[in-house]
């Protein structure tokens, strides 16, 4: 039973890094998404917000997106004179996306995937082996 327990919290943390691909997915495709007009904000970077989370049938505590927020860092601001949401200085506010942090989010999501995906595995191969002992 501890075994398949072990299974469900590491199916619980490849679910809540899926959630969190996905957020990363969305900034890194709306990274140059401007506003469509002056004064208008563009598009504003999401954070996932992660909790633990009690399981009464099993009594194991598991992981999951609780939700998904805004950051509220500053726009950055680019000299785009002839932009439709350009301002009167000719600058235009550009998303609080930066690619580079975006990128160190999937490669982190990515590494906690697959170790909750290697625990699966060597779970698996355990109660396999457990199994073939029986046999005998």
């Known amino acids: ?20 691909w996905r957020v990363i997915a ?7 998404s401007t506003a469509a007009a002056p004064g208008e ?5 999401r954070i996932p917000v992660f909790k633990t989370e009690l399981d009464r049938a099993t009594g194991v505590e598991t ?3 609780s939700s998904v ?13 002839g932009h ?4 009167s200085r000719g600058y235009v506010k550009m998303p609080n996306v930066s ?6 989010d999937m490669r982190e999501a990515q590494r906690s995937y ?8 060597n779970t698996r191969s355990m109660l396999a082996r457990t199994v073939d002992l029986l046999k005998r």
């Open 26 to 32: 969305e900034n890194m495709a709306n990274a140059s």
């Open 69 to 81: 927020v805004k950051d509220m860092s500053e726009f950055r601001e680019q000299f785009m004179p």
């Open 63 to 65: 992981v999951k997106v």
């Open 41 to 45: 904000d563009p598009y504003r970077r």
């Open 99 to 104: 690619s580079l942090i975006e990128m160190a």
């Open 1 to 20: 039973m501890e075994m398949m327990k072990s299974m469900l919290v590491a199916a619980a943390g490849m679910r809540a890094q899926a959630e969190r």
């Open 114 to 121: 697959e170790a909750n995906l290697s625990v699966i595995d």
């Open 84 to 87: 439709p949401a350009a301002d």
